[in-house]
């Protein structure tokens, strides 16, 4: 199968290396030529442009450039595009892109990989990135079943655990477990920042070790990335941020109060419910 993918960043060099990998056609753009030569160079593609009409044989085109860019590349990329190709993206939040999009084109499918890490561009591709993640595909009630589940078979020959939820649903869910802890590890790094002693906090900085590392690293990762989640699901991560602020209030009030047994029955709730949250 011809595939195509926009953005050749992590996200689509990964996937370029794992479909490649399994005999597909990988037909890649970008919008800088040393990266296509580079995602050549790789084997991340077989074919390389700066030119959306590579594309036009594709059968299926996957966009993985930033959250702001999905919807007007697509727009750019429909004129060069046949009636029956499907396209799909990557982005993190599917609501405002899913209503773009399927104006645009009636064969989108919004699509979501669970997976990634703090790196960025072609030279972070990597095989197996989505081995055991989740892959969420968020249809509206309009769209065939036939391409969701053409683009389902293709997520799951990737090893990934397909999920298929509206994307109103999606969007909220993410909030909880996604774009929350990015604004929480964000607010760790900024407040432990306003320690207004310098040698305690140089010393903080000598000490910090795994815990640190654990709760700090998606709040020090790509701000574009974080930005983008506020802007575009802002109504669902305002809803999660308030629930979390009076979350924390509550265990402020425990610790004024000295209420440890109150503390400690909240810690063994979160103890226990955490696992849940692991997949």
Known sequence: MKIGIVGLGLIGGSLGLDLKAQGHEILGVSRQ???????????????ASTDLSLLAAAEIVIICTPIGAIAPTLAKLVPHLQTETIVTDVGSVKQPIVEACTYLWSNFVGGHPMAGNTNQGIHAAQTKLFTGAAYVFTPTEKTPTALV???ASLARSLDTITYICPPEVHDRAVAWISHLPVMVSASLIQSCLQES???????????????????SRVGGGNPELGMMMAKYNRQALLRSLK???????????????????NLEQVLEINQQARPKFLN
Do not use: H, P
């Open 197 to 215: 002693n310098s040698q305690v906090l140089q010393l903080a900085q000598k000490l910090a070790s795994s815990g640190f590392c654990d709760t």
């Open 149 to 151: 589940e053409k683009l």
């Open 33 to 47: 030529a040393t990266t296509c030569q580079t995602a050549l160079d790789k084997g991340v593609v077989d074919r």
């Open 243 to 261: 629930q979390y602020r009076q979350n924390l209030d509550e265990i402020i009030i425990q610790i004024e109060q000295e209420n440890w047994d």
